[in-house]
Protein backbone atom coordinates (compact mmCIF):
# COMPACT_ATOMS: atom_id res chain seq x y z
CA UNK A 1 0.00 0.00 0.00
CA UNK A 2 2.79 2.47 -0.76
CA UNK A 3 0.50 4.41 -3.58
CA UNK A 4 -2.89 5.71 -3.20
CA UNK A 5 -4.55 6.88 -6.60
CA UNK A 6 -7.35 9.06 -6.17
CA UNK A 7 -9.74 8.79 -9.33
CA UNK A 8 -13.19 10.85 -10.15
CA UNK A 9 -15.51 10.29 -12.42
CA UNK A 10 -15.53 13.37 -13.41
CA UNK A 11 -14.24 17.32 -12.18
CA UNK A 12 -15.73 18.84 -9.59
CA UNK A 13 -16.91 15.69 -7.72
CA UNK A 14 -14.75 15.62 -4.56
CA UNK A 15 -11.55 14.04 -4.65
CA UNK A 16 -9.32 16.78 -3.74
CA UNK A 17 -11.76 16.68 0.25
CA UNK A 18 -11.47 12.89 -0.32
CA UNK A 19 -7.71 13.29 -0.46
CA UNK A 20 -7.25 15.26 2.67
CA UNK A 21 -9.33 12.56 4.68
CA UNK A 22 -6.81 10.06 3.81
CA UNK A 23 -4.22 12.09 4.67
CA UNK A 24 -5.78 13.25 7.91
CA UNK A 25 -6.48 9.19 8.38
CA UNK A 26 -3.13 8.34 8.08
CA UNK A 27 -1.49 11.24 9.95
CA UNK A 28 -3.82 9.75 12.81
CA UNK A 29 -3.03 6.12 12.36
CA UNK A 30 0.90 6.92 12.56
CA UNK A 31 1.87 6.66 9.49
CA UNK A 32 3.90 9.35 6.96
CA UNK A 33 1.35 9.95 4.16
CA UNK A 34 2.62 12.76 0.84
CA UNK A 35 -0.13 14.44 -1.05
CA UNK A 36 0.75 14.58 -4.42
CA UNK A 37 -1.15 16.33 -7.12
CA UNK A 38 0.97 15.78 -10.37
CA UNK A 39 -1.06 18.20 -12.93
CA UNK A 40 -3.09 20.97 -11.68
CA UNK A 41 -5.24 23.37 -13.90
CA UNK A 42 -6.81 26.80 -13.40
CA UNK A 43 -4.62 28.23 -10.57
CA UNK A 44 -1.29 30.41 -11.58
CA UNK A 45 0.62 28.52 -8.86
CA UNK A 46 0.39 25.96 -6.47
CA UNK A 47 -0.04 28.36 -3.84
CA UNK A 48 -2.88 30.32 -4.73
CA UNK A 49 -6.75 29.70 -3.88
CA UNK A 50 -7.66 27.62 -6.72
CA UNK A 51 -4.73 25.02 -5.80
CA UNK A 52 -6.03 21.64 -4.82
CA UNK A 53 -2.22 21.20 -2.62
CA UNK A 54 -2.55 24.80 -1.27
CA UNK A 55 -6.19 23.27 -0.29
CA UNK A 56 -4.42 20.40 1.38
CA UNK A 57 -1.58 22.19 3.39
CA UNK A 58 -4.34 24.22 4.70
CA UNK A 59 -5.95 22.23 6.55
CA UNK A 60 -3.72 19.53 7.63
CA UNK A 61 -2.22 20.80 10.83
CA UNK A 62 1.49 19.20 10.65
CA UNK A 63 2.11 20.71 6.75
CA UNK A 64 1.50 24.39 7.54
CA UNK A 65 4.37 25.21 7.69
CA UNK A 66 5.66 24.08 4.53
CA UNK A 67 5.11 24.47 0.77
CA UNK A 68 2.30 23.10 -1.00
CA UNK A 69 4.57 23.01 -4.40
CA UNK A 70 6.50 20.40 -3.08
CA UNK A 71 3.30 18.82 -3.96
CA UNK A 72 2.83 19.81 -7.81
CA UNK A 73 4.83 18.26 -10.47
CA UNK A 74 2.91 20.74 -13.56
CA UNK A 75 0.57 23.75 -12.92
CA UNK A 76 -0.99 25.56 -15.69
CA UNK A 77 -3.22 28.49 -15.40
CA UNK A 78 -6.13 27.54 -17.50
CA UNK A 79 -9.03 25.60 -16.23
CA UNK A 80 -9.22 22.67 -18.67
CA UNK A 81 -7.76 19.19 -19.61
CA UNK A 82 -4.12 19.31 -18.55
CA UNK A 83 -2.93 18.76 -22.92
CA UNK A 84 -4.49 21.70 -23.30
CA UNK A 85 -3.28 24.06 -20.63
CA UNK A 86 -0.01 23.10 -21.21
CA UNK A 87 -0.33 23.31 -24.71
CA UNK A 88 -1.33 26.78 -23.70
CA UNK A 89 1.79 27.71 -22.41
CA UNK A 90 3.63 25.80 -25.27
CA UNK A 91 4.49 23.47 -22.62
CA UNK A 92 4.26 19.72 -23.01
CA UNK A 93 3.93 17.05 -20.15
CA UNK A 94 6.56 14.79 -19.30
CA UNK A 95 5.44 10.86 -18.57
CA UNK A 96 8.43 9.72 -17.56
CA UNK A 97 9.04 12.77 -15.13
CA UNK A 98 5.53 12.04 -13.79
CA UNK A 99 6.35 8.13 -13.10
CA UNK A 100 9.67 8.93 -11.67
CA UNK A 101 8.05 11.37 -9.24
CA UNK A 102 5.79 8.53 -8.15
CA UNK A 103 7.97 6.34 -7.85
CA UNK A 104 10.65 8.12 -6.05
CA UNK A 105 7.97 9.15 -3.53
CA UNK A 106 5.97 5.64 -3.31
CA UNK A 107 9.67 4.68 -1.77
CA UNK A 108 10.00 7.36 0.92
CA UNK A 109 6.05 7.96 1.53
CA UNK A 110 3.66 5.52 3.67
CA UNK A 111 1.57 5.80 2.11
CA UNK A 112 2.06 8.33 -1.15
CA UNK A 113 -1.88 10.07 -1.60
CA UNK A 114 -1.52 10.84 -5.75
CA UNK A 115 -4.96 13.21 -6.40
CA UNK A 116 -6.01 13.04 -10.51
CA UNK A 117 -6.69 15.61 -12.62
CA UNK A 118 -10.32 15.85 -13.65
CA UNK A 119 -11.48 12.26 -15.05
CA UNK A 120 -9.81 9.36 -15.91
CA UNK A 121 -10.35 9.86 -19.61
CA UNK A 122 -9.21 13.60 -19.76
CA UNK A 123 -6.28 14.01 -21.80
CA UNK A 124 -2.37 14.41 -20.82
CA UNK A 125 -0.51 14.28 -23.83
CA UNK A 126 -1.13 13.91 -27.48
CA UNK A 127 -1.64 10.04 -26.80
CA UNK A 128 -2.14 9.84 -22.97
CA UNK A 129 -5.06 10.17 -20.72
CA UNK A 130 -5.14 10.40 -17.04
CA UNK A 131 -6.11 6.77 -16.89
CA UNK A 132 -2.90 6.26 -18.20
CA UNK A 133 -0.75 8.08 -16.11
CA UNK A 134 -1.86 5.34 -12.85
CA UNK A 135 0.77 3.01 -11.28
CA UNK A 136 0.20 -0.44 -12.19
CA UNK A 137 0.34 -1.23 -7.97
CA UNK A 138 -1.61 1.48 -7.54
CA UNK A 139 -4.31 1.38 -4.84
CA UNK A 140 -7.21 3.11 -6.60
CA UNK A 141 -9.98 5.02 -5.41
CA UNK A 142 -12.55 6.01 -7.04
CA UNK A 143 -14.43 9.52 -5.79
CA UNK A 144 -18.23 9.74 -7.47
CA UNK A 145 -20.88 12.07 -6.70
CA UNK A 146 -23.80 10.45 -4.80
CA UNK A 147 -26.84 12.26 -6.81
CA UNK A 148 -28.57 11.64 -10.33
CA UNK A 149 -25.98 10.49 -12.90
CA UNK A 150 -23.60 8.68 -10.78
CA UNK A 151 -24.56 5.19 -11.78
CA UNK A 152 -23.57 6.07 -15.34
CA UNK A 153 -20.23 7.63 -14.54
CA UNK A 154 -18.60 5.61 -12.20
CA UNK A 155 -19.72 2.35 -14.03
CA UNK A 156 -17.82 4.04 -17.01
CA UNK A 157 -15.22 4.73 -14.97
CA UNK A 158 -14.91 1.41 -13.68
CA UNK A 159 -14.87 0.13 -17.32
CA UNK A 160 -12.42 1.95 -18.36
CA UNK A 161 -9.86 1.12 -15.41
CA UNK A 162 -10.61 -2.54 -15.98
CA UNK A 163 -9.51 -2.22 -19.59
CA UNK A 164 -6.47 -1.59 -18.84
CA UNK A 165 -5.74 -3.80 -16.11
CA UNK A 166 -6.49 -2.10 -13.04
CA UNK A 167 -9.12 -3.31 -10.63
CA UNK A 168 -10.51 -0.33 -8.13
CA UNK A 169 -9.86 -1.36 -4.83
CA UNK A 170 -13.11 0.69 -3.63
CA UNK A 171 -15.63 3.59 -4.64
CA UNK A 172 -16.43 6.53 -2.15
CA UNK A 173 -19.75 8.89 -2.69
CA UNK A 174 -19.34 12.75 -2.06
CA UNK A 175 -22.72 14.25 -1.13
CA UNK A 176 -22.46 18.06 -0.02
CA UNK A 177 -25.57 18.71 -1.63
CA UNK A 178 -27.50 16.12 0.62
CA UNK A 179 -29.45 13.88 -1.99
CA UNK A 180 -32.66 12.26 -0.77
CA UNK A 181 -31.28 8.90 0.70
CA UNK A 182 -33.58 6.51 -1.65
CA UNK A 183 -31.81 7.92 -4.36
CA UNK A 184 -28.24 7.17 -2.78
CA UNK A 185 -29.16 3.63 -1.84
CA UNK A 186 -30.33 3.43 -4.99
CA UNK A 187 -27.03 4.61 -6.83
CA UNK A 188 -24.91 1.99 -4.42
CA UNK A 189 -27.17 -0.65 -5.13
CA UNK A 190 -26.65 -0.20 -8.85
CA UNK A 191 -23.18 0.70 -8.74
CA UNK A 192 -22.79 -2.77 -6.88
CA UNK A 193 -24.81 -4.82 -8.66
CA UNK A 194 -23.10 -4.07 -12.10
CA UNK A 195 -19.35 -3.54 -11.08
CA UNK A 196 -19.58 -6.24 -8.56
CA UNK A 197 -17.55 -3.43 -6.86
CA UNK A 198 -18.67 -2.07 -3.31
CA UNK A 199 -19.52 1.53 -2.29
CA UNK A 200 -17.45 1.99 1.21
CA UNK A 201 -19.64 4.69 2.16
CA UNK A 202 -20.53 8.05 1.60
CA UNK A 203 -19.62 11.53 2.89
CA UNK A 204 -21.28 14.50 3.53
CA UNK A 205 -21.17 18.08 3.66
CA UNK A 206 -18.10 19.20 5.91
CA UNK A 207 -18.10 22.50 7.92
CA UNK A 208 -14.69 22.31 9.08
CA UNK A 209 -12.17 20.74 6.90
CA UNK A 210 -9.52 21.13 9.77
CA UNK A 211 -11.82 18.62 11.85
CA UNK A 212 -14.46 16.49 9.93
CA UNK A 213 -16.67 14.47 11.55
CA UNK A 214 -15.71 11.41 12.62
CA UNK A 215 -18.66 9.89 10.31
CA UNK A 216 -16.00 11.24 7.12
CA UNK A 217 -14.05 8.38 7.79
CA UNK A 218 -15.69 5.25 7.95
CA UNK A 219 -15.35 4.32 4.20
CA UNK A 220 -11.69 4.69 4.48
CA UNK A 221 -11.70 2.72 8.01
CA UNK A 222 -13.25 0.03 5.53
CA UNK A 223 -10.86 0.68 2.70
CA UNK A 224 -8.19 0.64 4.85
CA UNK A 225 -8.92 -2.18 7.90
CA UNK A 226 -5.34 -2.35 8.94
CA UNK A 227 -5.14 1.12 10.08
CA UNK A 228 -8.07 0.80 11.76
CA UNK A 229 -6.36 -1.75 13.96
CA UNK A 230 -4.21 0.68 15.12
CA UNK A 231 -6.10 3.84 15.72
CA UNK A 232 -9.54 4.25 17.95
CA UNK A 233 -12.49 6.53 16.37
CA UNK A 234 -11.88 8.66 19.55
CA UNK A 235 -8.76 10.28 18.57
CA UNK A 236 -9.22 10.68 14.71
CA UNK A 237 -10.49 14.30 15.38
CA UNK A 238 -8.01 14.60 18.56
Same mark, same amino acid.
Given at each position: ??? &????? +???????? &???? =???? *?? =????? $?????? %??? +?? @??????? /????? *??????? !?????? %??????? @???? %??????????? #???????? =?????????????? =??? $???? #???? %?????????????????? &???????? #??? /????????????????????????? $?? +???????????????? !?????????????? *?? !????? @????????????????? @???? !??
Amino acid at each position: MNS &IYVAG +TDTGVGKT &ILSL =LLMQ *FF =LKGGQ $EPFYLK %PMQ +TG @CENPRDR /NSDAA *FIYGHVE !SLGVKD %PAESVIY @CFRN %PKAPYFAARDE #GRVIDLKL =LKRVVEEKSRLCSP =LIV $EAAG #GLLV %PVTDEALVADTIAADAKV &IIAARAGL #GTI /NHTLLSIEALIRRGIRPAGIVFLDP $EG +TPQGLVSENREAVKRY !SGIEVAGVIGRIAD *FS !SPPLA @CYHPLELLFPEVRTRLS @CSNL !SS
